[in-house]
């Protein structure tokens, strides 16, 4: 799974590690981007909602509009029968100020990874833990905050653009450790893996 660069080629899914406890730190998949999770797939393995992040997720943070593959992914989920909704750190501003999310439930002010925003949107979209996924593309916040309640939790890289300065500074550094990790023991390398492949 590693390119010719030496970049890491994510697209598969995790083996759990044998450490209880750096089992609350993997996802229980990593892919290139959100747009690599097949709605279908999720939907065979009893996903019923996805709580997904928002900046550097869906979109870069220093941008206000979702591109046109996102947007598409969000109405196929849908479309397919999966409820969706945002769990963010951001403020309500940032919030409203990204076009084409305002039709979307939202938490926000969530402060991952506490287990509350997650709960708090899974009681207001009437879906259980079992049925739910977190997608996201920070580790110590979406992966560790949905492993807490035992979501079904997915790793997308970050979208290229500007990082807050504290998770720059802090989570991508411990993040580097954990991701080294979590690639030597991926699948993956070859067709993307779906979802339901290995567990
Ligand atoms: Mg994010």
Redesign the pocket.
């Known amino acids: 799974m590693i390119t010719q660069n030496n970049t890491p080629r994510p697209n598969f899914a995790v083996e759990p590690p044998g450490n209880r406890w750096l089992r609350f730190l993997y996802p229980k998949m990593y892919v290139p981007s959100v747009t690599s999770i097949d709605p279908q797939q999720l939907y065979s393995r009893g996903i019923r909602c996805v709580l997904f992040?928002?900046?550097?997720?869906v979109v870069p943070?220093d941008k206000t509009c979702l591109s046109t593959e996102v947007a598409g992914w969000i109405k196929s989920l849908g479309e397919r029968g999966i409820k969706v909704c945002v769990v963010s750190n951001n403020g309500p501003a940032r919030l409203s100020r990204v076009a084409g999310i305002e039709e979307i439930p939202s938490v926000c002010r969530a402060i991952k990874p506490r287990k509350h925003p997650f709960r708090k949107a899974m009681k207001m979209l009437g879906v259980t833990p079992g049925e739910t996924a977190v997608v996201?593309?920070?580790i110590f916040?979406?992966i560790l905050g949905g492993n807490r309640l035992g979501l079904y939790t997915i790793l997308v890289m970050?979208m290229p653009g500007k990082e807050y300065w504290a998770?720059e500074m802090f989570n991508r550094r411990l993040e580097r450790l954990v991701l080294s990790r979590i690639i030597q023991s991926g699948t993956g390398g070859g067709e993307p893996r779906s979802v339901g492949d290995k567990r």
Do not use: A, H
Request: aromatic content about 0%; charged content about 40%; cysteine-free.
């Open positions: 992040d928002l900046d550097n997720t943070r996201g593309d920070q916040t979406d970050p998770t």
